[in-house]
């Protein structure tokens, strides 16, 4: 009986992912308009969510880096989006986060636990002050505009860094490093005495997070039109993924992609339907979610299924 | 030629000396203990050997080869695993995955994941886990957990192994139990260092023996030898 189940997990799962990816691929052609922004939106904060964990919940360093990342994607996009095409654009923003990330990684992640959350905290409002400084200083303006460009493309676009994304999260999972960054978080000491490289495995897989987020920025930056330091290192962005994560719950890979889902779904309709109350409303379930879902959603769905399995064995 | 060797080997924290101007030397295949009172500086010696902590001054050579200052990964890499005093598995890890890591990541480089497998499955069969492959780690007993962490550090194939207080908190049959695995561990054609404290156990496993106090080495020599010494006795009991 459990040999059947397995098989049968081993075609569900990858059959369902791909009717998902295809619906989401024909979407812009069966409901253009506002569900394409609003679609795209969910996606774009399952890219943060899930870039985050792919560094933070197997080694329990917590960052709230992704808006500096996210900022910096923005930014190349603002600057160089104009000269160059969008592909390439998209490329650079990536990069340019990863090489900040590798920069700090290799500076920082020496520091363990709290130290570390408070400076990826300050990172994000020192990034902020200086891109301000420089573009006071330096450019004569506050903010800038991008050229707009049709919201299917961005959707493409945040579509195609998804998919990229989880293919990248499902391959790190599998490989020996996917291991080796869950024993970091369990005991660092025992993973560097068991031959395991922390230093290089810890600033590689942050710059890898790093990568997803700058991209998702720098085409987010085009749906934005207008950016300034404000508006691109919005600390929003660093602690949005963060509770997403939790909401979903971290165990399982679709943990998160469900907790960023239902999450900024929930928001978007909140804000429309609520403006005046859904930070209250957002705060209420978060509150909910931690006191009575520790695991999270994908928690919920495992008591769920295991109720299910023990009814199943009652019958029988 | 010894397979391991300290010259002047000295830590401080601040203006205490940890240890102090240490010279030893392990030879292939022996099991050497390493015994002294609380505090003697046992520990800190054992994170000088395999890269926690870096000697200043001094100098450790393994195979010949100088170690100072290397980095732990690179140590575990170049053959010295090593235990630890209060046990430090991947407590939510099932049993298997802890041992697959030293077999994934230890001395040798690309190792296929079948093999890894393979290999991570003898080892706990070897300390006598194969029951509970699929449990995390957390949830073993103490003894176990002990075992677990030596098949973990013998899953890096090493060629010395470095034994923190294997036996500490473990009743007279794992006691028993663990002293077997020594052996065995050195029938293997693996070279033990191990800091004991139940003397029975250090006095029938090990050929040699060395006594640090005050981060300074007092005695060396056979079991019989250090049983009979005056400054050892004078040590442990007073004068």
């Given at each position: ?33 506002y ?10 904060y ?5 870039s ?42 990536g ?9 700090v ?12 959350t ?40 945040m ?6 994304l ?50 998702a ?91 299910a ?8 | ?117 393979r ?97 300074k080495?007092?005695?060396e ?5 250090i ?13």
């Amino acid at each position: 009986m459990n040999t059947t189940r397995v098989d049968l997990k081993k075609v569900w799962v990858p059959a369902l992912l791909l009717i998902i990816l295809l619906l989401l691929a024909a979407l812009p052609y069966a409901r253009p308009g506002y569900t394409v922004v609003l679609v795209y939106t969910i996606l774009m904060y399952i890219v943060l969510t899930v870039s985050w964990v792919i560094f933070s919940a197997p080694t329990g360093y917590i960052s709230l880096a992704p808006a500096a990342f996210f900022g910096i994607g923005i930014y190349t996009s603002a600057i160089l989006g104009m000269a160059l095409p969008l592909p390439v654009v998209i490329c650079i923003g990536g990069l340019a986060s990863s090489c900040l990330a590798l920069l700090v990684g290799a500076l920082t992640l020496r520091l363990r636990g709290i130290y570390f959350t408070i400076f990826t905290l300050g990172l994000v409002e020192l990034i902020k002050q200086f891109v301000l400084w420089y573009e006071i200083k330096f450019s004569g303006t506050r903010g800038r505009f991008l050229i707009p460009v049709g919201n299917n493309t961005i959707y493409y676009v945040m579509f195609a860094i998804l998919v990229a994304l989880l293919l990248t999260t499902y391959f790190i999972r599998r490989s020996k490093y996917g291991l080796a960054l869950q024993s970091i978080g369990e005991d660092e000491e025992a993973a560097a005495h068991t031959g395991i490289n922390v230093t290089l495995l810890k600033v590689i897989t942050f710059a890898i997070s790093a990568v997803f987020i700058g991209a998702a920025g720098a085409i987010w930056a085009i749906r934005l039109t207008y950016i300034d330091p404000y508006i691109a290192f919005d600390l929003n962005n660093s602690f949005m993924p963060v509770l997403m994560a939790i909401f979903g719950g971290m165990g399982q890979l679709y943990g998160p992609i469900l907790g960023a889902a239902v999450f900024s779904y929930l928001r978007e309709v909140l804000i429309t339907r609520f403006p005046y109350y859904y930070m209250l409303l957002i705060g209420i379930i978060l509150l909910v979610t931690i006191l009575y879902l520790p695991n999270g959603l994908v928690g919920l769905i495992q008591k769920w299924h295991k109720r299910a399995l023990g009814g199943q064995h009652a019958n029988t | 030629m010894p397979i391991l060797e300290g010259e002047g080997v000295t830590r401080y924290f601040g203006g205490l000396a940890a240890v102090r101007n240490v010279d030893f030397y392990v030879s292939q295949g022996e099991i050497v203990g390493l015994i002294g009172p609380n505090g003697a500086g046992k520990t800190t010696l054992f994170n000088l050997i395999s890269g926690a902590l870096v000697p200043k001054p001094g100098a450790i050579k393994f195979k010949g080869e100088n170690i100072t200052g290397a980095k732990p990964y690179q140590i575990c890499k170049l053959g010295v695993a090593r235990t630890f005093q209060s046990v430090k598995v991947f407590a939510n890890m099932p049993v298997l995955e802890n041992v697959l890591l030293g077999s994934l990541f230890g001395t040798s480089n690309s190792v296929s994941s079948a093999d890894a497998a393979r290999e991570a499955t003898e080892l706990l069969e070897f300390v006598g886990l194969s029951a509970m492959r699929a449990i995390p780690a957390k949830d073993l007993t103490l003894a176990n957990q002990k075992r677990l962490e030596v098949a973990r550090a013998l899953a890096t194939k090493p060629e010395l192994l470095l034994l923190d207080e294997l036996m500490a908190g473990l009743n007279p049959t794992e006691v028993a139990q663990a002293m077997e695995l020594v052996i065995r561990i050195r029938d293997k054609g693996i070279t033990v260092f191990m800091i004991e404290h139940v003397m029975k156990a250090i006095m029938s496993v090990c050929d040699r023996i060395m006594v640090l106090h005050h981060g300074k080495k007092i005695a060396e020599g056979t079991p019989q030898e250090i049983a009979t010494s005056r400054t050892v006795v004078e040590v442990y009991l007073g004068e």
